[in-house]
Nanobody, 114 residues
Framework: VHLVESGGGLVQPGGSLRLSCVGSGFAFWKYGMNWYRQTPGKEREFVAGVSSLSSWTQYADSVKGRFTISRENAKNTLFLQMNSLQPEDTAVYYC????????WGQGTQVTVSS
């Protein structure tokens, strides 16, 4: 099982990034998919989630209206479109697949700074 995130980087406040996560080795289309983030010294926190067939999505209050989660099951890929980024969004972002098992990616760093 592999989950590989990409798309992180350095961006100025107010900017945008699009994260991707490609899954392999499991039935991607059967799993709910989530994005979490973590900063040093803090617990990993939920950012956004999408059901297996994209029938519902859920967001942390801190990102509502700015971030959009989506998935393309035909390509085993999860996305997170992040707009209006702020310094407090700086973190390592992790992809998570959750159903009968829970799988995690290695994370991708997002840094928002001028």
């Amino acid at each position: 099982v592999h989950l590989v995130e990409s798309g992180g980087g350095l961006v100025q406040p107010g900017g945008s990034l699009r994260l991707s996560c490609v899954g392999s080795g499991f039935a991607f289309w059967k799993y709910g998919m989530n994005w979490y983030r973590q900063t040093p010294g803090k617990e990993r926190e939920f950012v956004a989630g999408v059901s297996s067939l994209s029938s519902w999505t859920q967001y942390a209050d801190s990102v509502k209206g700015r971030f959009t989660i989506s998935r393309e099951n035909a390509k085993n890929t999860l996305f997170l479109q992040m707009n209006s980024l702020q310094p407090e969004d700086t973190a390592v972002y992790y992809c998570n697949a959750n159903w009968v098992n829970s799988y995690w990616g290695q994370g991708t760093q997002v840094t928002v700074s001028s």
